[in-house]
């Protein structure tokens, strides 16, 4: 018996026709009349439970319900709004079988504010339509493995990676022209190693920036030894402390220690910290006062950040 002449053995089929219309109306007119009923159905527990079945992505039949997997966040994709006004937005899934996009529907699009490329995510209760995956009301999804951090030594071209590390140094807002128009962008510096990261849409999160601030930043591509960040790359904050800044005035050698002026305020450092300062190594021969005179006339007045 289909579900429409299960409802009818419980209701009239003028009250039936008021409720499957009221229940499309209740979604903008964005359901049919098939899901009107089946949702009406399921209201009333008429509908039998399906049992979940773990499928590889290649295996996931046409139409099919109670969908669980695991798979690795390849890609994730902005949110879509409808003219009915309902909400949904995307990603890309991949396992060793192949690829699918997962659809997340309304208040479930808060999710995406935890997720990471690289991530492993387990779904259940998701359901096939139109070769791509849906996750409705009674669907769930959570991160299993989260994806880590890469070493900055090993960045390669073309990757999509999440990085932990402190901003070195700021150079702000410029401008450039694209389909001859003006456009913005936000340089910024991360790592003793000067890693510089092109943040090219949502610049408005970098004027939040210090020197010296830790940062995490996910879902950020690698071109050319460099971090390009869009509207999918997060950046979270933690603003530093115990940090000095500021424009070296001075620096001197007293013993086995570097004296520096900062903006007026005099910082000693030990002799280990003294050669990180000045970012060199040497033989145990070479002395200090050596060093620093040597990179004196190269650093003076240029600005700094010290951990106090």
Request: overall charge positive; glycine content about 6%; hydrophobic content about 40%.
């Amino acid at each position: 018996m289909d579900l429409y002449s299960l409802l009818l053995q419980s209701t009239s089929k003028e009250e039936l026709e008021k409720l499957i219309e009221e229940k499309i109306s209740s979604f903008h007119g964005f359901l049919t009349r098939e899901v009107a009923i089946k949702l009406l159905a399921k209201e009333k527990n008429l509908l039998k439970k399906e049992p979940e079945k773990t499928y590889k992505i290649k295996e996931i039949p046409k139409g099919a319900n109670a969908i669980s997997l695991a798979a690795k966040v390849i890609k994730i994709l902005q949110e879509v709004i409808y003219n009915s006004g309902k909400k949904s937005r995307s990603m890309v899934l991949e396992d060793e079988t192949g690829q699918i996009n997962l659809k997340l529907w309304e208040d479930g699009i808060q999710f995406f504010s935890k997720l990471k490329i690289g991530d492993l995510v387990l779904i259940s209760g998701a359901y096939e339509k139109n070769e791509d995956l849906n996750l409705g009301y009674s669907g769930k999804i959570e991160i299993a493995t989260p994806a880590g951090f890469v070493n900055l030594d090993n960045l390669i071209d073309g990757q999509i990676v999440h990085v932990k590390s402190s901003i070195t140094k700021l150079e702000g807002e410029k401008t450039y022209e694209k389909n001859n128009s003006k456009k913005s962008m936000f340089l910024f510096y991360i790592s003793d190693k000067s890693i510089r990261c092109i943040l090219w849409e949502g610049i408005e999160r970098g004027k939040q920036m210090q020197e010296g601030d830790e940062v995490i930043i996910q879902n950020a591509s690698v071109r050319n030894n460099e971090l390009h960040l869009n509207f999918s790359s997060r950046i979270l904050l933690k603003k530093a402390k115990g940090v000095i800044r500021g424009k070296l005035n001075d620096l001197n050698v007293q013993g086995e220690n570097l004296i520096l002026n900062i903006e007026g305020k005099e910082i000693q450092l030990k002799k280990d910290d003294a050669f990180n300062f000045l970012k060199v190594r040497v033989a145990e021969d070479i002395s200090l006062e050596t060093v620093a005179s040597l990179k004196k006339p190269s650093i003076l007045n240029s600005s700094v950040i010290l951990k106090s």
